[in-house]
Each structure stands twice: as C-alpha cells, then as structure tokens.
C-alpha cells in the first residue's frame, strides 16, 4: 500500500484510539505495529480491513455501553463490560492475518501479480484466508457485543439440553447474537469486494465465458455475488466456533451473590475456590481460639454463608483457555480452513470446456508431440520456432482463411529480432512502412509532433518499429512454415473438447463447414479519438473509438458504414479529406483479461489466449510472439530426448509462465491506463488531458532524452527476466548486463573481413557461448581462449547439455583464424568486460548466465541442472 496513504491513516486510528481508550498503551503499540505489517503489502486490501475491523469493532463495543456493564461484572470487582484492549486481544485477532499478509507480500515479490485471479496455488488462496480471517473475528466481536443485549437468555452451544445460562457465558448463544456475527461478517466482506484487485472476466478460446480456469480467472459479477455469500456465512460460523471452543475449553465463572458471570481483565481466566470444607474449619478453628474475640474471629460473608461455599462457582468449560486462546485458536482455523476449501473448489477448466462445448465428434489421428491450437500471429510464431528445432507438430485454425483484416500495425524492434532466425525480416520490412514519428491533434487543433527521427535505438540491427497489417505479417511467416519449413496449416478445424491425464493431452475436433516514411495521426477529442495509419501502398488505415451508451443497444453483429467512418472523420479532423474506397469495415469492442498462469501440465496458452487488452501501445501481437518463442525453444529442449532429471524440465517448463507472465501483466495494466487516458469520456478528465496534452505533451517531446526512453520502453528491447529461476549471474562480476537480461547486439567484424551484428552469428536453435577475450593490457590472447575452450568442452563427452556454439570475441586484432574482432571494443564496455568474460545465450537471445572467465568452472553443471 502507498505510504501516503498508510502513514496518515495508521496515525489518525491510533490517536482514535488512545482518545476513545479504546486500545491500552501496550495495544496502541502492537496495533501500529500489525498496520505497518499490512502496509508492507502492495494491495490496499489487507490494511483496509484492519481498520474496517478496528473500527466497527470499537464501535460496537460502545453500543448500549452502561447497560451491559450491568450484566456482568469484572474480577476485581468493577462493573463488566469491554475495556480498552490489551496487546495480546490486538494478536488474538490480528496475528494470523498480519503472517499471511506478510508472507503473500513475498510470493508477490517473486511472482508479480497485478490482478487476482482464482486459482489453487499458496498466492491465490493467501487473500481469502486474510479475509476468512477478519470476517471471523469481526463476526465474534458483533456477536459477542450484540448477543448479550438479547431480551432472551443465552442458550449453551455444548450442552445436550441447551440449557439456559447467564449473559456473558462463553458457549452461550442467542439468535440476535448470530444475526449480529453475519452482519459483522458481511461488512468485511463488503469491504473487501471493493480493494481486491480483482481480475477482469477470461474470455475462453473456444467461445464463452471461461469465469473459473484452473491456475487463475477472471471474476465476473455471479462470482463476486457468491464469494461474498459463501465467505459471509463462512465468517458467520467463526463466531459458531468461538463459542464451541469456548464453550469446552474456557471456563465461564459465575458469581453466586448477584447470578453475573464474572470476567478476566484483558481476557484472562478467572479462578473460583474449590476448598469449600477447609474454609468451614478455618473459621471454626479461629472463632474457638480467639474466643469469638478480635476481628480475626469474624467469619467472611462466605463463611457464615448457610451453605459455607465459595462466591465464585464454574458455570460451564474447562479452564483450559483463555478468551485470548480461543480468539486465536478460531482464527487460525477459519483463515487456513477456507484456504483449504478455496484450493479444493478451484474449478477445473475441462469439466467447464465440456460443458460450454456438449458436442462430440470423435476423430482419431496418430499422437504427436505438439499440437498448436491457432495460427494467428502466436500461433505461427510457435510454429516456426518448433519448426526451427525439428520438433514434430501440428497446427490447427478454425478459420477456413486466413483474415483479411489487418488488426495489429506494429511489429517491434525486438520482435523483428527474434524473427530474424528465420529470416523473414527482410520481407516485413519490404512490404513495411518505416514510423518516423506521430502528430497529435486536440480539438481538431495539432498540439504536438512527436519526431523519432533523429532517435536511433543502439545495441540492435533494428532501430525502429515497422507498420504492417497483421494480415501481410501473417502472410509473411505462413508461407516461411509452409514453404520453408514443410508444414501444412490445417485450417477449418475447432477444437471441441480437450482431456489431459498423465500420460498426455487427447482432443475432440470437428472440421468447420464440412520504404518510404511516415508520421501517424492521432485525434483527440470528448467524443472519443482517432487515429491514422499510412500504408507502403498509399491506403490508410483509420482507427476511430467511441463510447458505448449503455442506454442504446448496440448490435453486435452489425458492421459500421463508409459513412458512419466519414462523420466520424468530419467531427475529429474538419475539411482534411473524403474516406472512399474501403478495403473492409468492421466494428470491434475492446476487453481487458490475462489468465493466473500460462501453464496447467500440458497445456500451455500465449499471446491472446493468455492477455488481451486494448491495441495501445502497438505491444499485444508482439508479446504474443514473444511468449511463442520463449515457450516453443523450451518444449524443443525438453522434446529433445536428452537425459536429464524430471525436475529439470518442470523447472524449465515452470519457467514460461514465471518469465512471460509478469510481462503479460505489466502489458495489461499499462495499456489499460494508456486507453484509458486516451478514450475517457469524463469531463474534468478530458480537461485534464487536453491540458496535458496541450501544454505539457509538446514540452516533453522536445527532450530527445524522454523520446528516447519512451521509444526504448515501446521497443520491447529492455524486457528482462532476472527473475527468472533459470538464469544466474557469476560470483564477483559487476558489469551492467546480468542473467536475465537481452543480450546486447552490435555491428562486429566476421573472420571473412565483411560487417555482421554478433547476433545474427548465433543461430536460433542452440545455446551459444560468447567468450570475450578483455580490453587493453588484460586481454587474453588466442592461446588463453582455446585453452579455456578445451577445458569447458572435455567434459561434454560424458555430459549431454545439447549443443553449444562457442564464439571468440576480441577487443582489437588478434591472431585468430575464427575470431571476431569488437571494434573499438564497444560490446566489451557494453557486457562490463575489462578483464576476459564469457556470456551463456539461450536460443531466445537472453543471457543464461554472465560473468568472468575466472569463474566458468561450474558453468557446466549449473547448466545440466537448470536446461
């Protein structure tokens, strides 16, 4: 949670307390303590409902105050009623909520989650268990506070007979005191329902909503609706199990003078007098030896007593615990019991499949290790990428056509790096327009021009994004699978249901039906904005939003007109041109959804079928192809038929979704705000906005430097996976670049004498050894190279880590037949090597491991044991 939002907060409820003496001193300071704790956590949620908690918990503390100090009375003697609370009371409810806090803010560091989703993994189930938690003990305090205002006497929970008790026994209950723990239950649910970051509906690749996907979904309404129902009556019960546990295990203690249960100070037991006989010879014994004389001859009330027995008697219970344990031991069980219930009732997405998809057409066809389900742009990069690996595989569409609809305009500088493997970025560029930059226009007035012109990305063969319609690019890498690489796209085919046990994943299917450059346009306006986007072949394409009425309803299935586009087009941009000729027309909504994980055994899901968001930015067809990649060298490398231990390929197969999923979300979160901005209706936003893009838009975009990172960020070039379980960086190396990292590119000179970029010497389908020799007075010599070479590659007889390519960099001119010459040694300041350095590159072109060649000697075996 923000700090300018805890710290205020956190001072404002502490003063409340000291003021009210609601909390004692020792409280007050335990109670900022678990605020702090719940502030650490990067949702608002588990700090909102400690102080929801606190303060209807004091407040209905105060109800009726004087008249239930009435109904029983203190161990010392005093009225009854709530005190101020102690430290302990504070850990009795707050404890078990401030751990799971604390340990969900960790996984949280480790795995980023933006959104909350519902799944069986320790951080999906943390957040109920925090909420299970507060609703229990606020249930108990409402209970407990309003219970004993009944007009009825308690009834004992554990007694056969429910007998009738005095107010204030533990394990006695009332039906006002239940309605009272539903209704404090309900109020942190509420509460919660409002700051959990909830993950938006998950739109299912095979039509229909998908609402609960195993591993992590989206919450519609109905799931919300049901949540709250079920973790209300389960926080109801919490105050049921507080009086069973009290009612066995916390001895009620009555006061047989005035009938009032008596109770401890701070939650305490309260001792009763079990030596009834020997007070009646005590007193027997002093009144004949002092002659009924003296005051030590004067019986106690309770010694003249008729019956001489004690003034405190058991009611009910053992006195096993105090109310503070029983506090505690409930909460404990409610928080991991309804974890435990939400891990077992995360709803397996097959049985969902089976339902949304009833038909059965059974068509045998003979296994294979891969099948690709789409053959969109993921769908063909993943295709290439096994292709590239001589994996075997199949791939299926259930368009009977490739579309004809352009959709995606932006292929990306690191996209256009990966791609280039399988060298078809010369064909996207020839059929590309070159983005030069963009003019941004408010109110149908140019307020800004953003030049990227001048702006040359560094450390990559490719400098700046390319326009082309999803449709060329798709054409473009269809026909290298094809006619390339030999593959048939089997299109016309819908998956209808799908069933994965151990031994593999089996289908039902059903066959369907039997230059030059260029600046972009962008238009702002209340209504909405558009945009403009030049072709190589002189068409444009106009890209208009509007907001939805929710009045109005809008038909999904009828396309928009030329004209609808041309009244569009005269509101936002007046007198520029006439629209004619369309290529095609076509309305589309927008959503927001990502799923909790990437991976469910043996099935995988990318680009689309894993987040799909608004096209701001020019990032979802590109993280699409990204996550292809990543995923399709790793199901190659573990397909292989290498030897190595189970453990390895779930470790390297768990890497998908741990490195590409953090990006998935950050990609959904940053679009969102970027449409967001862009599309908001609101008036005093797009005040706002005009605002900023008036005045304040143009005076950032004439700093080349803020150009730059934007352009860098947008670029996808500075995606790294530090993370990740399976990259490390070397003991004692300091440069820059660490595992994790894009390796950095650069123009080299190749052992024939002509220009090439390091990087288009590492084939895509190897790991590569990149050994670089030092600068200046520290550089190796070819001698120290080899003989660095031969000790790593000796033992790669009895080792089978795959094949690896080893590549021999120098800083300046060295007698190496097959070396690679740095000029001026830029790639050496680049990777932070003065003194000799190796650099471990996965097939995707990120570092594996980094460091000094001092340091290579256990290089191989952390290699076996992560790929």
């Known amino acids: 949670m923000k700090a300018i939002y805890a710290v205020p907060a956190t001072v404002l409820v502490a003063y409340r307390a000291y003021s009210h003496k609601s909390l004692t001193p020792a409280g007050i300071v335990v109670a900022v303590l678990t605020a702090i704790a719940h502030a650490v956590h990067p949702w608002n949620l588990p700090f909102v409902l400690l102080v929801v908690f606190f303060l209807a918990g004091t407040r209905v503390t105060k109800v009726k105050k004087e008249a239930k100090e009435k109904l029983t009375i203190q161990a010392t003697g005093g009225a009854g009623g709530e005190g101020p609370r102690t430290h302990i009371q504070v850990l009795a409810n707050s404890l078990v909520a401030t751990v799971l806090a604390l340990v969900h803010a960790y996984t949280l560091s480790l795995k980023p989650e933006v959104c909350y989703g519902w799944g069986r993994t320790l951080q999906d189930v943390i957040p109920i268990g925090i909420i299970a938690n507060y609703a229990a003990v606020a249930a108990d305090t409402f209970s407990s506070e309003l219970g004993i205002l009944s007009t009825h006497d308690p009834r004992l929970i554990t007694s056969p007979t429910l007998r009738r008790v005095p107010r204030g026994t533990n394990g006695g209950v009332t039906l006002w005191g239940l309605f009272a723990g539903l209704l404090g239950s309900f109020i942190v649910v509420f509460t919660a329902l409002f700051f959990t970051p909830f993950c938006p509906v998950q739109q299912g690749p095979y039509g229909g909503t998908l609402s609960s996907l195993q591993g992590g979904a989206g919450w519609g309404w109905e799931e919300k609706k049901y949540l709250a129902i079920y973790l209300t009556i389960w926080g109801a019960l919490g105050s049921v199990l507080d009086s069973v546990l009290g009612g066995l295990f916390q001895q009620s203690v009555k006061d047989t003078r005035t009938g009032r249960i008596v109770e401890g100070e701070g939650g305490k037991k309260v001792l009763i007098s079990k030596a009834v006989p020997k007070i009646k010879k005590t007193a027997e014994v002093r009144a004949a030896a002092f002659g009924h004389e003296g005051k030590k001859s004067v019986p106690s009330p309770a010694e003249i007593d008729d019956s001489h027995g004690p003034t405190r008697v058991a009611e009910s219970g053992w006195a096993i615990l105090d109310n503070n344990e029983v506090n505690f031991l409930m909460a404990v069980n409610m928080s991991l019991g309804a974890m435990l219930i939400a891990a077992q009732c995360s709803i397996d997405y097959i049985s969902i499949l089976k339902t949304l998809l009833p038909r059965e057409r059974n068509m045998t066809t003979p296994p294979v290790d891969v099948l690709i389900v789409g053959a969109g742009p993921t769908g063909l990069a993943m295709g290439l990428e096994l292709a590239l690996h001589k994996v075997p595989f199949r791939i299926i569409d259930k368009s009977q056509v490739p579309s004809d609809k352009s959709r995606a305009l932006v292929v990306q500088p690191r996209t256009l790096e990966l791609l280039r493997r399988h060298r078809i970025t010369e064909d996207i560029s020839q059929r590309s327009t070159d983005v030069r930059g963009a003019r941004i226009f408010v109110n149908k007035s140019q307020v800004a021009e953003v030049d990227i012109s001048d702006i040359g990305l560094e450390r990559t063969a490719f400098t700046r994004p390319e326009i082309i319609s999803q449709a060329e690019t798709e054409a473009i890498m269809a026909l290298k699978l094809t006619s390339g690489y030999g593959v048939n796209i089997e299109r016309g085919v819908e998956v209808e249901q799908m069933d994965q046990d151990a031994t593999g994943v089996s289908l039902r299917w059903d066959m369907v039906g039997s230059g030059e450059a260029q600046e972009w346009k962008v238009f702002m306006s209340s209504t909405g904005f558009m945009i403009l986007f030049p072709f190589k072949d002189g068409s444009v394409r106009v890209v208009g939003t509007l907001a939805i009425d929710p009045n109005e309803n809008d038909a999904e299935g009828i396309d928009p007109t030329l004209e609808d586009f041309q009244e569009l087009f005269n509101k936002m941009a007046p007198g520029t041109g006439e629209l004619y000729d369309p290529s095609w027309i076509a309305k589309f909504r927008l959503h927001h959804r990502g799923v909790n994980n990437y991976r469910n055994g043996r099935l995988f899901v990318a680009g689309d079928a894993a987040h799909i968001h608004s096209p701001a930015g020019g990032q979802g067809m590109n993280t699409g192809i990204h996550d292809a990649i ?196 830029e790639l050496h300041k680049v990777y932070g090597f003065n003194e000799p350095g190796y650099v471990l590159v996965r097939p995707d072109t990120y570092i594996a491991h980094i460091g000094l060649q001092s340091a290579m000697d256990g290089l191989l075996e952390w290699l076996e044991e992560n790929y």
């Open 630 to 825: 990543n995923l399709g060298w790793k199901l190659a490398r573990v397909l292989s038929g290498r030897k190595r231990a189970e453990e390895v390929s779930e470790k390297l197969l768990d890497s998908y979704n741990e490195e590409r999923r953090p990006v998935g979300q950050k990609l959904l979160k940053g679009t969102d705000r970027m449409f967001g901005y862009m599309a908001s209706t609101n008036y005093l936003w797009l005040l706002f906005r005009n605002f900023l893009a008036t005045w304040v838009l143009p005076w950032v975009m004439s700093s080349r430097e803020l150009r730059a990172k934007a352009f860098w960020f947008i670029s996808e070039l500075g995606i790294r996976y530090r993370k990740s379980p399976i990259v490390s960086t070397a003991i004692g190396f300091t440069g820059s670049m660490r595992g994790g990292d894009r390796a950095a590119d650069g123009k080299c000179e190749t052992p024939a004498g002509g220009d090439e970029f390091l990087l288009d010497m590492c084939r895509g389908d190897c790991f590569h050894l990149i050994l670089f020799a030092g600068r200046g007075a520290q550089m190796a010599t070819p001698a120290d190279l080899k003989s660095i070479i031969t000790r790593f590659t000796k033992p790669l007889a009895t080792r089978d880590v795959g094949e690896i390519e080893i590549h021999r960099v120098y800083s300046s001119k060295a007698d190496d037949e097959s070396g690679i010459l740095d000029p001026e040694g």
